[in-house]
């Protein structure tokens, strides 16, 4: 069985600072898709990063960032000076074959607050 | 990217009444379909998959019956509250399935209907 734990249920900082959201996996496939998403207050879920196992060369996106370390079994995001329109729940979710359906299996998510 | 449509966005009804949640892919053909509900500060749960043309495949503790479910398109699927209570209120996402190149076959997420049960 899959499993995604985000430990932090929710973060809270004051503008301009730096936040990174854990993400911890389990997944008994070899080959697999790890997601992270952004929940704002609207609820419309919006697509962030996929990377796939094979893949742990880390990420920058703007002020986004990623880190894969699959010894580990971690891909935790890092929000870069961070803003107040970074304020969301943000969900990690991990994907395995086309034989498992492509099931996404989410994490329990992390609420981030960016104080002005 | 693709886009995924729902309608309604947002639905109010009486205890017992059924309510029909449409999910649509705008610019591509998607076979398979899912659907999530995630109650207020919580997590989305995956409750069913929709395969086009078949049965859909429900996720254990699910109720089928309570839960109807039709992709009788390719770019249709149809969840179906029966009898809905207070209970079921909640917020219901869609996504539709891409098929891509590889093992990577991404979904697309519709903006969610939040659902109220009075």
């Known amino acids: 069985a899959q499993k995604v734990t985000q430990a932090q249920t929710e973060i809270s900082v004051v503008e301009k600072e730096d936040v990174t959201l854990d993400c911890v996996y389990e997944?008994?496939?070899?080959?697999?898709?790890l997601f992270w998403y952004k929940q704002p207050p609207s609820g419309e879920l919006v697509f962030l990063i996929r990377r796939n196992s094979f893949d742990e060369q880390n990420e920058i996106s703007g002020r986004y960032s990623w880190n894969f370390q699959k010894s580990t079994s971690s891909f935790n995001f890092t929000i870069t000076a961070s803003q107040v329109v970074d304020s969301a729940v943000y969900f990690c979710a991990l994907s395995g074959l086309k034989a498992a359906g492509n099931k996404l299996t989410f994490g329990g998510g992390t609420r981030v607050l960016v104080k002005p | 990217g693709a886009v995924v449509s729902q309608h309604p966005s947002w639905v109010i009804c009486k205890s017992g009444t059924s309510v029909k949640i449409e999910c649509r892919s705008l610019?591509?053909?998607?076979?398979?379909m899912f659907w999530y509900r995630q109650f207020p500060k919580q997590s989305l749960m995956l409750m069913a998959t929709?395969?086009?043309?078949?049965?859909?495949t429900y996720e254990q503790g699910v109720e089928k019956d309570k839960f109807l479910i039709n992709h009788a398109s390719l770019t249709l699927s149809t969840l179906t509250v029966t009898s809905a209570h207070p209970e079921d209120s909640s917020f219901y996402i869609c996504?539709?399935?891409?098929w891509g190149l590889g093992l990577g076959n991404e979904q697309f997420f519709g903006p969610g209907t939040r659902l109220t049960v009075l």
């Open positions: 997944t008994r496939d070899t080959t697999y898709y």
């Open positions: 610019d591509f053909q998607a076979t398979t």
């Open positions: 996504s539709a399935l891409q």
């Open positions: 929709s395969n086009e043309g078949s049965k859909a």
